[in-house]
Every structure is written in structure tokens, then in C-alpha cells.
């Protein structure tokens, strides 16, 4: 799928006063459904009740390893429970997201 935002929307993205983030969302959606290197990943809710996303964008490889760059960046998290040698190897392996 290579649908343009407004063929999903119905108007462009950057109108004034008509994109709302439910839209944006559905369209981030829409892609996901259509490429393989677009990955939508639910976050949590905010104090509103208003749904977060996050959403990764890269080639095919690098999506199908979400879970072992996330795995990476969690042990860089906390510089005391990660030995700089340890460090420098997971920084030299890990992608940013």
C-alpha cells in the first residue's frame, strides 16, 4: 500500500484545523497494514484516556528485530548493572528508537 494520506483521510496532513491524532493514527495504521517497514506499537494510554503510539519506520530486517533492539536498549538503561566493555558492544549493535 502506498496510499497517499489524503486518499485515506479524505484531506491532506497540514490542513489547517482538520488533522486530530485519531486520524493521523488511522493512517499510520493504514500503512502498517501495507508495508512491512512500518511497525505501529501501542504505548499506553495517557491520564486523558487518549491512546499513545509509538511508530517505527526501516527497512524489513530492522522491524523483525524490534524486540532484540528493545531488549539492548533496556540493558543500557541503567549504567550500574552494565559493564562499560559490555556497554560499548551493545551501543556498537543496538539501533536507536
Known amino acids: 500500500m502506498r496510499a497517499h ?3 485515506v483521510l479524505g484531506y491532506a496532513i497540514g490542513t489547517p484545523n482538520s488533522s486530530r491524532i485519531e ?3 488511522r493512517y499510520m ?4 497494514k501495507g508495508l ?9 494510554h495517557s491520564e486523558e484516556g487518549r491512546e499513545i503510539i ?4 526501516s527497512d524489513e530486517g530492522n522491524i523483525a ?11 543500557l538503561a ?3 548493572r552494565t559493564p562499560q566493555p ?5 551501543i556498537a549493535e543496538a539501533l536507536p528508537f
Open 54 to 57: 509509538l511508530v517505527a519506520v
Open 78 to 80: 541503567d549504567p550500574r
Open 5 to 7: 494520506a489524503g486518499e
Open 65 to 75: 528485530k524490534l524486540d532484540h533492539f528493545k531488549e539492548l536498549t533496556a540493558r
Open 86 to 90: 559490555e556497554a560499548d558492544h551493545l
Open 36 to 44: 512491512e517497514t512500518v511497525k505501529v506499537i501501542y504505548h499506553r
Open 23 to 25: 486520524d493521523i493514527y
Open 29 to 32: 495504521r493504514e500503512l502498517e
